[in-house]
């Protein structure tokens, strides 16, 4: 079990977190990792911040502000490793993660290690959902279930999509995970995300944008009744009411069960 580990690491301004997530990687108890630091143009003292820190697995770049998907582009091009670890610039991992999960590969001959995520607010903490490795991928195709850090992989040739910077973290494991033919997923806490007002997750208009990109054009997305409302109902909150109509009423053409199910359900929730 002596593989190299790429830990990729984007930032934006992410002066206040970002020594901690890196120390977070530094920390942990499998050794052979690299640590790449993709500086999205930040403004404020990300940069002396991360060149003060003094080891050589640490990789620090800088380019033009791009967005989230370039940047982690840019960090899987520039990666040494045969498997990765992506890691958000204000949230950690938990030591052990990475020799827990390259245990795994190494004795079990799985391409990838699903864990769950602590998720750590100003008055509250939650833990993601154990979902068991048979029901992963198919609930990825209902709903966004792993965060960007939740996973160790095998690299492969699979890219974030660069027109989209929300979502695109559920839109690249569509992509990943249905190339992989066995996945683990462990029953503990792995990693810790912090919710603050700073996090992408409070544009909920951009939110909505990635996702219905997401809805629409990933080829392994469910075709289940709740994506079809997902759908329906992100057109409508998104103004884009041609499309909902259109959907409605190829949904009645097709489906008239399905067709009912939704108008009783946007009744319900109006």
Known sequence: MDELVSIIIA??????????AIQSCLDQKYKNIEVLVINDGS????ESIVKKINDQRVRYFYH????RSFSRNRGLELSKGNYIQFLDADDILLSNKIFNDMEIISTQKVEAV??????IGSDYTKVSKYIKENRIFKTLGIKNVAPIQSVLFKKDFTRFNECIS????????LNRLSKVKKVRSLN????CVFIHDNNTSHNSYKLN????????????????????YNKYKIAKELGLNEYSNILIRNIMKTNI??????????????
């Open 11 to 20: 930032v934006y301004n992410g002066e206040k977190y970002i020594s901690r």
């Open 43 to 46: 403004t404020d003292n990300t």
């Open 64 to 67: 033009e502000n791009s967005e």
């Open 114 to 119: 699903f864990s769950r995520t602590l998720y």
């Open 166 to 173: 929300y979502y695109e973290d559920w839109d690249f494991w």
């Open 188 to 191: 503990k806490v792995e990693s």
């Open 209 to 228: 944008k990635g996702k219905f990109y997401v809805l629409i054009m990933n080829k392994n997305i469910s075709s289940s009744f709740i994506i079809t």
């Open 257 to 270: 069960f399905l067709y009912i199910l939704l108008r009783l359900k946007c009744l319900i929730y109006k």
